[in-house]
């Protein structure tokens, strides 16, 4: 019984006596922060949201070389990686554009004057013209639907929602 009250009381002194070296330890280095083994821990108000951390330093640098190999039918610009696999690489064929002369669409028609001329200006209104082409164009866009309303009696028999059938002209 003795033996294990022995053992006991100097385990309690190695504690103390740890502790004690840590509060020394602690009291020398006051005013530094205490450092802790592992990841340093931060606290959830710093942490970085993942779509705010850019990924732009992952990304590598792809040269496709020059669009300069011209289709031998339709005159459509091309890189030389695009050709067909069976096509060597002195005289180069393409399907995308095409499909080796198969397909012959019509030239577009000329411009009207004013927009040529609005298209080739360099002043305030040629600029403004070309800056605001978009929303132009979706203006127009719907300008050539053609549209039947149901009529009063057809829609007895439909729902009672206003039906509109539109047709794309």
Excluded at 26 to 37: C, K, L
Excluded at 94 to 123: A, I, N
């Amino acid at each position: 019984m003795r033996s294990l009250y022995n053992k006991n009381t100097q385990l309690e002194e190695r504690v103390a006596a740890s502790r004690r070296r840590c509060q020394a330890e602690q009291e020398e280095q006051e005013g530094s922060p205490v450092r802790r083994r592992g990841r340093p821990r931060v606290e959830p108000s710093q942490t970085i949201p993942a779509a705010y951390i850019s990924q732009l330093s992952r990304l590598r640098l792809l040269d496709l070389g020059r669009m300069d190999k011209e289709c031998s039918h339709c005159h459509a610009l091309h890189w030389i990686d695009e050709r067909q696999e069976t096509s060597s690489m002195r005289y180069p064929s393409w399907e995308s554009c095409c499909k080796q002369g198969s397909v012959q669409l019509q030239l577009l028609p000329d411009l009207p004057e004013y927009l040529k001329d609005l298209l080739e200006r360099t002043d305030t209104q040629g600029r403004h013209f070309k800056d605001n082409l978009r929303q132009y164009n979706a203006a127009f866009a719907f300008t050539s639907l053609g549209c039947d309303i149901v009529s009063p009696e057809d829609r007895a028999k439909a729902a009672t929602a206003t039906t509109i059938t539109i047709e794309m002209a």
